[in-house]
Structures are given as C-alpha cells and as structure tokens.
C-alpha cells in the first residue's frame, strides 16, 4: 500500500469470495433493481419539474412587487405575498430571492411610508464619504515587535464581518492611526472571481480593538450624516451590486473594483430620518427571512431522519 493511495492487488481481488445467487434470482434481483432505479429517475425527474415551477411561482410573485404601478396596487400584492409565505418560500432558494427583493425595494423607498423621492439627493460616494485602500502584504509585514490585527478579504463577508480567524502585520509607529478601522466603518472587497460576490461589504462595529485592513480592502467613511447602515444596505442590494459587476469588469474577465471606482458610484440618499426608517425595515423583514430558512433546515433534518428510519426500518430481517 501507497503512502497516500490504497491498492489492491489483482490476486487478493481473485481470491476475494462472492456469493453468487442462483441463475434465477440473478435475474430477480436485477428486475428488481432496474425497476427501482428507473422509479428513482422518473422521481428526480418530477421533483426538478416541480422546483422549475416552483421557482417560476416565486418569480412570478416577487415580479408583480416590482411591477406595481402605484402605492395601493403595491400593498395589495405585498399583502397577497405575506398571506403565503409559508407554503410559498419552502426552499432556500426561494427565500434568498425574497431576501433580494427586499433589499431592492427598501433602497427604492418602497417599503414603508416616507417623505416624497424629490427629497432624496443624487451623490456619488466620493461626495459623503472617504474611500481608502489598505496595507499590501509583503514580508516586512510580518510580526515582530509592534504587529496589529489586520482584516483579509475572507474576513469580509457579505453583510457581517467575521474575526475567527485574524493575521497581524507589523507596523511602523506612525502607520497604525493612518489605516485603523473605527466602528462604523465600511469594508468593501476589492476584487473576487465570483461575479455574484465582488464588492461584498459589511460594516466594522470594532470587533477587535487597533485593527488595519489589507490592500484588497477599501476602507469607505462617512464624513457627515450617519449614512454608512444605508450605504452599505445599497451596496449589498440587486441595485448596487449590478452596479458595482458593471464597474468591476476586465478585459482579463476578472473582476476588480478600484478606489476611483467606489468613490464614483452614485447613490440615491434618503433624508437622515428616512434612512433610519428604510433600515429598520429591511432589517425586521430579513430577520423574518432568516427565521423562514431555519424553519426550512429544521424540517429538512426531520425528512432526513424519517427517510433514514424507514431505510432501517425495511432492511431489518
């Protein structure tokens, strides 16, 4: 036997009993499992006709939000929604579309009742904010004597940021009040091969304290109003991130968002107030969309462990 590979040796194959059936139950047994198998395929083949129809039913339903032509016709269909998410939204899939829809409607004011959109300004990011890259990580970099913690793109997730795991780098001593995060910061992804996941972002709350960034993440800061929970919600939803995928193409077929580029998006900002109100929002509706996958994932392991029992259940002799 190999270090990494296990063999085994024609002999030992040749030498290896197999109890062989009389002809006719031969022939039994494999009747019996042709005949289950092509059961399992016309199954398969159901099960995806009904989640293609599924699938078009949520499109459908989320479709005729967007579609709406005024404020009654909106809350009509929002209603009719609400009244079937339980047996409409029984898949992740499905759920995360509705997560999508909900993003998309709380940056287009559509979610609760505000102020009028002629009180809403067109900025770029560069207008209310300062946009700053990170430190490049070279071998200088590694820690000696005066090493901080420093964020990498795998710590930045979509919405949340997660300090499991954390590198240091070594610092000069006038570095660290240059490129420290304070809470309320707002960490971009600079470039990802994954169209669906480039220019993810998540808001730095000073998790850890005397933190720095690496230079595959952008640092974006306020400068006035408190609009970092608003941006970042526009950033993560379908509108800014089809933005930023328009921004971020290569003739390489990579992608890659610059400062230049973060700093020249343009964001519909709400009042102050009217932020606060759409966040709020958003935010209870995706706690209710977290709570409808749970639901999900919990029912998916009781199936499991009544398949599983049934299974042992006719084995048994």
């Not at 022939?27 to 398969?44: N, S, T």
């Not at 009719?80 to 899939?93: I, K, N, Y």
């Not at 379908?238 to 700093?263: E, Q």
Request: charged residues 25%; aromatic residues 4%.
């Amino acid at each position: 036997m190999a270090a990494s590979q296990v063999n085994i040796s024609q002999a030992k194959l040749k030498a290896a009993p197999i109890p062989v059936p009389p002809m006719s139950e031969q022939h039994r047994i494999v009747a019996k499992v042709d005949e289950l198998m092509a059961l399992c395929d016309r199954l398969e083949a159901r099960q995806q006709d009904a989640e293609a129809t599924h699938a078009r039913l949520v499109q459908a339903l989320l479709d005729s939000l967007t579609q709406a032509r005024d404020a009654d016709e909106f809350h009509a269909c929002w209603q009719r929604l609400a009244e079937q998410f339980d047996t409409v939204f029984t898949t992740d899939g499905s759920v995360d579309s509705l997560k999508q829809m909900v993003m998309q409607l709380g940056v287009e004011g559509r979610l609760c009742a505000g102020g009028p959109r002629s009180a809403w300004q067109l900025k770029t990011i560069n207008e209310f904010c300062t946009v700053q890259g990170g430190i490049q990580k070279t071998p200088l970099r590694a820690p000696v004597r005066h090493h901080f913690p420093y964020l990498r793109v795998a710590n930045v997730q979509r919405g949340r940021i997660d300090v499991a795991q954390m590198e240091r780098y070594e610092l000069a001593p006038d570095e660290l009040e240059r490129w420290r995060l304070n809470a309320g910061d707002l960490l971009i992804v600079e470039g990802n091969g994954s169209e669906a996941e480039i220019g993810r972002c998540a808001i730095w709350q000073g998790e850890v304290d005397n933190c720095v960034y690496q230079n595959h993440l952008m640092r974006v800061r306020p400068t006035g109003d408190d609009a970092v929970e608003y941006l970042a919600l526009y950033l993560n939803s379908p509108v800014g991130t089809a933005h930023m995928r328009r921004l971020a193409i290569t003739t390489s077929g990579l992608f890659n968002l610059s400062v230049g580029k973060i700093r020249s998006i343009p964001v519909e900002l709400p009042p102050p107030a009217e932020q606060h109100r759409i966040v709020a929002k958003v935010t209870e509706l995706l706690a209710l969309c977290d709570q409808l996958k749970a639901r999900i994932t919990a029912a998916r392991a009781k199936h499991a462990q009544l398949a599983e029992a049934l299974v042992h259940t006719a084995v048994q002799p």
